[in-house]
């Protein structure tokens, strides 16, 4: 429910928050796959909040970080056997935390937008390697969607588009590997009320917040992220 609420609110890390803390308490295999299902929910929800239409012309302003980011996410995963994810989790997590934390302290730092197409290829090209190699997307979506000052309803609906599509991806892979099974399918399922319970009270705290209060939360979201995962990194 907590996830939920945090991903309602500024629309990411609730894999994040559901791993660490389901893993805490039961094997990290099942907490991957009761968080699968929660996951696909929240982000369709997220993506088609404002209506089909407004989710599909958000998928047409940032086509290019869907494109690239989708092919990027395809190379990567194939490359898992070859490159450790954990040098990629510190690679990742420690430029995500330093950008994020220069932000809350008055240090601005914005794409022009004459640069803005090729920094969001460039941009896209890394969050979908890392994701492929290792499941972790957001924390690069988030920072550029910040750095080019998206407002707050098409910042979460960006990333409801983008989260959703890479967790369908993320199911189907999981279908091959055994974690998503007749076992544990009906523990994810139950997950699904308490995560939507918990992203309408995030839509609520959403809503209240100006643009500005958006992009303070959304930051200091970004630092727990990015910390977490320079965690994981040096952890191995």
């Known amino acids: 429910m907590f996830a939920g609420v945090v991903k309602g609110a500024v629309g990411f890390a609730m894999p994040m928050i559901m791993i660490s803390g389901i893993s805490s308490i039961l094997p990290a295999e099942t907490a991957l796959a009761m968080l699968i299902l929660p996951t696909v929910m929240t982000n369709v929800t997220q993506a088609l909040r404002q209506g089909w239409r407004a989710a599909w012309r958000s998928v047409k302003r940032f086509k290019v970080y869907l494109m690239v980011g989708g092919v990027f996410l395809v190379i990567g995963a194939q490359l898992v056997p070859y490159l450790p994810s954990h040098i990629l989790l510190l ?66 609906r960006v990333q409801g588009a983008i989260y959703g599509l890479g967790a369908v991806a993320l199911f189907l892979a999981h279908l091959q590997t055994g974690i998503v099974s ?41 630092v727990v992220a990015g910390l977490n995962l320079v965690r994981r990194g040096l952890m191995g």
């Not at 430029?95 to 803005?116: E, N």
């Not at 896209?124 to 707050?152: C, N, Q, R």
């Not at 995030?202 to 209060?213: N, V, W």
């Open 182 to 222: 007749t076992r544990t399918l009906p523990a994810s399922a139950l997950m699904l009320l308490p995560a939507g319970v918990g992203m309408l009270i995030g839509f609520a705290i959403h809503d209240r917040l100006d643009q500005a209060k958006f992009k303070k939360a959304t930051l200091v979201v970004l």
């Open 91 to 156: 690679i990742i997590g420690a430029p995500v935390t330093v950008f994020a934390l220069m932000q809350l302290f008055g240090m601005s730092f914005t794409i022009a937008p004459a640069s803005q197409l090729k920094a969001e290829a460039m941009i896209a090209s890394v969050a979908g390697f890392i994701g492929g190699m290792s499941g972790v997307w957001g924390p690069p979506t988030v920072a550029y969607l910040t750095a080019v000052d998206t407002p707050k309803r098409e910042h979460v």
